[in-house]
């Protein structure tokens, strides 16, 4: 996911087409999910041998209705830690009624800023805070339908990930105008790089990271054997192109 | 069963270090165009060798060839594609990189500099036509 999500993030703006931009955005979506969670279950598996138990860090967030949900499941670790050394001590719930929601606004605008010093981050921060915002206020006056709670909240989530990808805000708007159908016309052909390994693999990925896989029985041989054939296809890759870093790595 | 399968992959994770140690299997070969990355000696520099040292493992780890040649196997028998290359109709080959990457280069060099670029044709068109010569390209107007 991570090679599709680059090259459609690596094309000019003037040559990104809607196809081309969702395309990118919707690779980064599930690459920064996979990278990240994988990167903590290889912290909790590597504590675990040395004797120390890690909590779980994601619990299926892309399954999340709403971004209050998608928060409780998405790092849940520094949730937890922005929610106990910071929320809670600048007055939680209990101190009006707009205290809260400014309280809120500055958790996230830390934890977009903990991200590293970008506007793109402190944007990040700011959009998810005041999604979070307008979900609290909301939900006394309407109630959202469903049917579209689960694929409105991937969309925003999938609209956060391009402030969290571009590398300025002014490529992030134009990335987004893309994908509204407001972009430039090219000849390139997505063929190319979206060939028939890549979608196997976006399907893959949307699978583990919506079906509750752990629910399902399994037996043990199935299990491994699929572990094993995913171990060697991955080593397979790093020996084709390389170690690619972490995204988390720098955090 | 667990500890069999935990000792399985602990035995992949080595058994590319153990090549690299003693050989115990034939040496696969794939060609490269490039120089792969030579090991690093005493004259790098102490910040550099770290650096020279993760590219030489790298280019250089025990059943990489194997691996790269497996890769490029599944992509082209399960999936009929490959990272590199297209496959033309008649079995020629094309680097991917290059055929996808210059188009949207072209565009875009064409809709910022058009006007220059039409004007050096017509420039070149004209002073050749005045050498008596015949300009026989696509561009010809």
């Known amino acids: ?17 809607a196809a081309t931009a969702w395309t990118g955005a919707l690779c980064y979506t599930l690459q920064i999910f996979f990278d990240f969670s994988g990167y903590s279950d290889m912290a909790i598996g590597l504590g675990r041998m040395l004797g120390f138990r890690f909590p779980e860090n994601f619990d299926q967030p892309y399954r999340s209705r709403s971004i209050t949900e998608f928060w409780r499941r998405w790092h849940m670790t520094l949730s937890h830690w922005f929610r106990d050394y910071l929320y809670i001590p600048l007055g939680g719930n209990r101190c009006g009624s707009v205290r809260p929601y400014s309280n809120l606004m500055l958790v996230f605008v830390l934890c977009g800023l903990w991200h590293g010093a970008a506007y793109t981050f402190l944007l990040w921060g700011c959009y998810h805070g005041a999604l979070l915002i307008i979900e ?26 391009v402030f969290f990808r571009s590398p300025t805000i002014s490529e992030a708007k134009s990335f987004l105008l893309a994908m509204a159908g407001m972009g430039g016309t090219s000849s390139l052909d997505c063929s190319y790089d979206v060939t028939a390994d890549k979608i196997t693999f976006f399907v893959l990925g949307i699978v583990f990271s919506l079906v509750r896989t752990r629910q399902i029985k399994i037996a043990l041989p199935i299990k491994q054997a699929f572990a094993g054939s995913v171990f060697s296809y991955s080593a397979m890759l790093i020996a084709a192109n390389g170690f690619n870093p972490f995204i988390y790595f720098r955090f | 069963m667990r500890l069999w399968f935990i000792t399985a992959i602990f035995g992949l994770m080595l058994l590319p270090i153990i090549q690299m140690t003693i050989h115990f299997a034939p040496e696969y070969t794939v060609n490269e165009n490039r120089a792969l990355a030579p090991i690093p ?44 290359v297209i496959v033309g ?6 680097y991917k990189s290059l055929e996808n990457d210059s188009i949207p280069s072209y565009e875009s060099l064409l809709s910022k500099k058009s006007d220059i670029i039409i004007h050096n044709i017509d420039t070149l068109t004209t002073t050749l036509k005045r050498q008596e010569l015949k300009p026989s390209w696509l561009f010809l107007r």
């Open chain 1, 1 to 17: 996911m991570g090679t599709v999500a680059d090259k459609m993030f690596s094309i000019p703006v003037d040559q990104l087409t």
């Open chain 2, 41 to 84: 000696n005493s004259k790098i520099a102490l910040d550099k060798f770290p650096k020279a040292a993760d590219l030489w493992f790298g280019d250089h780890f025990g059943f990489r060839s194997l691996l790269i040649s497996a890769k490029a196997q599944i992509d082209w028998s399960i999936f009929g594609t490959s990272d590199r």
């Open chain 1, 136 to 161: 609290r206020i909301g939900r006394a006056w309407i109630t959202v339908p469903t049917i579209i709670q689960w694929p409105a909240t991937v969309l925003l989530i999938t609209i956060g990930c």
């Open chain 2, 89 to 94: 109709r008649s079995g020629q080959l094309f």
